[in-house]
Nanobody
Framework: VQLQASGGGSVHAGGSLNLSCVAS????????LGWFRQAPGKEREGVSC????????FYHESVKGRFNISRDYARNTVYLQMNSLKPEDTAVYYC????????????????????WGQGTQVTVSS
């Protein structure tokens, strides 16, 4: 499985970006898909996750109400719509995929994911 993330960029605080992550090599219909981010000098943290069933959706507390994760099964793609961006959202954002067996209570644990995209930079200026 190869994951290709895109959509990052530089915006002012309050702006929006829509990240995309396209998968190739395998149909991810039954995979859980996540977004993580890593800021300089910080550990990678889980931002959001969507299960194989779109009823399973999780967000980091700091992005609830501002970010929205979605997936398009036909396009084998996961999206992260980011609104009301803040400078503290600045980071490299990574998409990740996990085959069946994700422990939902630990969705934000990076070691649960089998495949990773290359990352896309998001920079939010004040």
């Amino acid at each position: 499985v190869q994951l290709q993330a895109s959509g990052g960029g530089s915006v002012h605080a309050g702006g929006s970006l829509n990240l995309s992550c396209v998968a190739s090599g395998r149909n991810l219909e039954y995979y859980s898909l996540g977004w993580f981010r890593q800021a300089p000098g910080k550990e990678r943290e889980g931002v959001s996750c969507i299960g194989s069933s779109v009823r399973e959706v999780f967000y980091h507390e700091s992005v609830k109400g501002r970010f929205n994760i979605s997936r398009d099964y036909a396009r084998n793609t996961v999206y992260l719509q980011m609104n009301s961006l803040k400078p503290e959202d600045t980071a490299v954002y990574y998409c990740a995929a996990r085959a069946a067996g994700l422990i939902l209570s630990a969705w934000n644990s990076a070691n649960q994911y089998d495949y990773w995209g290359q990352g896309t930079q998001v920079t939010v200026s004040s």
